[in-house]
């Protein structure tokens, strides 16, 4: 089998890559936010965190 | 012990650490198999005799679609565990599962319509298979919304959790709904109880992508459920330690 025939998905190329991309950004959004989120959120609490002890001292 | 284990589990501070040693292991083994996967499916198995390539669609198409309906019933599960035993780590499994649950079904309906357009020569009908899966991502976006509405979150969880056990009564549906009406969408031919009318060279393909799916909403569904502890238990000692280290 060549490359040119495995691109080519026997003539469904843009049906099947569709799908395979779609799927590839579903997968990667998915492991993307919750990484951001917990970032922000660590981020958030830290912040928080700081602001309370400058005021109480 | 066995009591004195759950309820070690269930405490936020032990679940945030072990699951962050769950989730590098689970992402790797569910990479492994979606590399399988993707070569047998793309690579090795033949071309079907009836639809040629474009049935490699489905690989994602059936995986996300089986996916949408487990992550379903986990979501109620873990529900009702949070209702009966007030258990908050359930609450927190529940809700996280929600989103993903919504990805999935997502994928299976553009997936399926993709995959419709060439072999059915439409995108879409409405059918009634077609038609509960959509239900079901209503049902999902309907609980994401609820959550968000409600403040106190513990309340919204209840909430939640009793929206989620109503919609149950979908699931049954749209596995049956193939059999249950005349769909345009075909039949299972993997579930079946006799053997399944798939080849091998196919169902290996699947059952890699189907494994890489649940390995991958394991390391997913911890990750979400990882920032909904830290946002709940915030006001805590073990949660500012750690949000100062980073």
Redesign the interface.
Known sequence: MNLNDFFHMGGYAFYVWTSYGIALFVLLINVILPILQRKKILGNIARAARRSRRNTV | MFNNFFHKMASPKYFYSISGILIPWL?ACSALLFLAGLYYG??KAP?DYQQ???Y??MF??VP?AWMSMFVYMVMAGAGAIGLIWRIKLAEVVAISSA??GA??T??AL??GS??G??MWGTWWVWDARLTSELILLFLYLGVIALYNAIDDKRTAARAVAILALVGVVNIPIIHYSVEWWNTLHQGPTVTKLDKPSIHLSMLVPLLLMAGAFKL?YAF?VL??A??EV??RE?NTGW??E???K?
């Open positions: 992402a793309l690579v071309p040629g390539d474009s490699r669609i994602i198409h996300a989103t993903i990805w999935f997502f994928l553009v997936t993709i995959w357009k060439p991958y997913v990750m979400r990882r920032c830290l946002e915030r949660v500012r750690l949000a100062e980073t």
